[in-house]
Structure formats: structure tokens, C-alpha cells
């Protein structure tokens, strides 16, 4: 292992790029809208939707701009949380690991200006088009360099049995999502759940620190791979209910679960998407537990359809997992605003 350099801390990097008391409040508003769907106040749909992985600053910015009218056009019925994922995990170790190693997505990884990369990604979005955006926990020592500018965090499906990420989730003060692990065992889940609920002492960057539980920590339902690598979903209405007993069971604060349509979901057919989200509306309607249970979805969306094959440069279109290009994702979510 070679320390190459210091990088920045939190307080160094906030001050660089500092949030204003305007855009302060404005994220502090998003981030009630968010928790009233999941707590029940609000009976709107949380729809968590952006590329992939977040890979150039103007194609993103580009995207999140076109969220903004159409938020607008579906406030009463829809909350719009645009996802940045800026750090994506590589199941082999292989691919791009996210902005934050590779602010050039055909460069070197340079993590010192990944940081700042980011945290003006991010900040940008939250001052030019009044969101305050979703990322992933990839890193738990990483979150507090964006923990002013999001509304909303995933723990994923490789992450999800880790004691710090179940430890910071119960400190943190937006809702975290819980993705059930790539093998599918739900226990696995719901035991994070628990944990991030609840209470805890640890040393968090280099701190003696103290959480009282996250209340708003919630289920993502994101399908699974068996043991031949085939992949399943559990989207379907059986696995709604099935997901209802394990919440009775536990006797959680603020049962919710979103489900992924992308993924295992799909078998990584961006194109399935809207089907699923359809189907998952339909089943939260046959049954009043499933439909309380249900508050949301995650679609992967970006500019263009599908991914890019290797040596293309399309902008605006993925470079990890095939997205819904902005022509259907507009008319997806106008038909999820009619049906919700």
C-alpha cells in the first residue's frame, strides 16, 4: 500500500464549496417531503431516478435540469429524488468505480479531485435546480463530505451486511435505503433495518461517536442471483406480502420498501422497467397492507437509451448498467402520476 497524498477533509471541502442558507432550506424541505411519504404523512410516491453512475458533470446537470418541469407537472401525486451515484461497487474489482475515483471517465483515478468533483456535482444540482439528490453509501467514512447536499442514501447489495454501514445509516438524518443482497436472503435486510433503527456507539473518523436510530431506514426490493448465477426477481406481488409479514414480525417504525426495477429486477433490461413499475402500482392496489407498505421505486434513466459499448462516447448515455433514455422515462413517469 503507498500513501500517495492527504487528501482534503470534510471541513476543508464544505468550505470550499460552502451551501448557502437559501439552498440550505430548500434541501431541509426536500428532505421532509421525502420522509412524509415514508412515514405515511403523504400518500405521494417516492420515485428515486438518475443514471447508473454519474460519470460527466454536464450530461448530469443536463438530466437533473429536465427532472425539474416534470416534478413540477407531477408535484401532487410524485416526489422526485434524481440519483447522483457517484461511487459504484465492481463485483470483480474491474470497470468504473464512479466519479469519485475517476472524475474522467477515460482518465487515471485522481480521488483528490474526485472529492471536489462531487461535492460541486452535487452542489450545482441542489443550487441551479432545487435538488437535493440521492447517492450511494458506498464508503461510510465518505458520507459526510456530502452529508448538507442529500435528501436521500442506498445502502447496496453488496453492502448491506457491513457493521459500519448498519452503524453510520442509525446516525444519519435523511432515510436510508437497505437493498437486499445479491443472493436474496431477505433476513439479511431486514436484520440492517434493525440495526440502522437503533441506537450505537463507535468510532467513526477517528470520533467517539453516538446515534440514536434512524427511523426512516427502509427496505429496496432489487431482485437477487441463485447459486448457478442465474438472476430472479422479487418484485412481484407474493414477494410484497412476503416482505409485509417480515416487517410485522419486526415491529419496525415506518414499514416502507421501494422497489429497484432495474437490476436483477429486469435481468438488466433497462427497457422492462416500465412494466415492473406498472406492475408494482397494481399490486400495492389489490391489497391495503401491500399498498402501505409500497411508497416507491428506482429507475435507472439517463439521455439515451441503453449503454455504451466499448470505445463509443455518447453523451448522456450510460457507461455501467443500459438506462431509460429521457423520451420514456418523461412518458413513464406522466403515466405513474396518472396511476398513483
Request: charged share 25%; hydrophobic share 35%; with cysteine.
Amino acid at each position: 500500500m503507498t500513501f500517495n497524498r492527504e487528501l482534503f477533509s470534510p471541513h476543508e471541502i464544505k468550505e470550499m464549496y460552502p451551501v448557502s442558507p437559501e439552498a440550505a432550506a430548500v434541501k431541509q424541505a426536500n428532505d421532509e417531503a421525502v420522509k412524509a411519504v415514508l412515514d405515511g404523512r403523504s400518500d405521494k410516491l417516492l420515485l428515486v431516478i438518475g443514471p447508473c453512475s454519474a460519470d460527466r458533470e454536464d450530461a448530469v446537470l443536463d438530466y437533473i435540469g429536465r427532472l425539474r418541469p416534470l416534478q413540477e407537472k407531477v408535484a401532487d401525486k410524485i416526489v422526485i429524488v434524481p440519483r447522483i451515484y457517484t461511487n459504484k461497487p465492481r463485483t470483480t474489482g474491474e470497470g468504473y468505480k464512479g466519479m469519485l475515483h475517476q472524475p474522467d471517465p477515460e482518465g487515471k483515478p485522481d480521488l483528490f479531485k474526485g472529492l471536489t468533483s462531487i461535492r460541486k456535482m452535487h452542489l450545482r444540482a441542489l443550487t441551479e435546480t432545487g435538488f437535493s439528490c440521492a447517492d450511494e453509501m458506498l464508503y461510510p467514512g465518505n458520507h459526510i463530505f456530502l452529508s448538507d447536499l442529500l435528501s436521500y442514501v442506498a445502502v447496496g447489495a453488496r453492502s448491506v451486511e457491513n457493521q459500519e454501514h448498519r452503524l453510520v445509516a442509525s446516525g444519519l438524518d435523511i432515510p436510508v435505503g437497505m437493498k437486499n443482497p445479491t443472493g436474496g436472503d431477505l433476513s439479511v435486510m431486514m436484520n440492517s433495518i434493525r440495526a440502522a433503527h437503533k441506537g450505537h456507539a463507535f468510532i467513526y473518523r477517528n470520533w467517539d461517536v453516538e446515534t440514536h436510530g434512524n427511523p426512516y431506514a427502509h427496505a429496496i426490493l432489487r431482485g437477487y442471483v441463485d447459486n448457478h448465477g442465474q438472476m430472479h426477481p422479487n418484485y412481484h406481488y407474493d414477494d410484497l406480502r412476503m416482505l409485509c409479514d417480515l416487517y410485522a414480525a419486526t415491529g419496525l417504525e415506518n414499514p416502507a420498501v421501494l422497489v429497484d426495477c432495474n437490476h436483477c429486477n429486469s435481468g438488466k433490461r433497462w427497457d422492462e422497467q416500465g412494466r415492473i413499475a406498472l406492475e408494482v402500482l397494481h399490486s400495492a392496489r389489490q391489497s391495503a397492507e401491500v399498498g402501505r407498505l409500497v411508497k416507491g421505486l428506482m429507475i435507472e434513466s439517463y439521455i439515451e437509451d441503453g449503454a455504451q459499448g466499448h470505445g463509443e462516447h455518447v453523451y448522456g448515455k450510460s457507461i455501467t448498467d443500459p438506462c431509460l433514455g429521457w423520451a420514456g422515462t418523461e412518458r413513464l413517469v406522466l403515466q405513474l402520476a396518472e396511476l398513483a
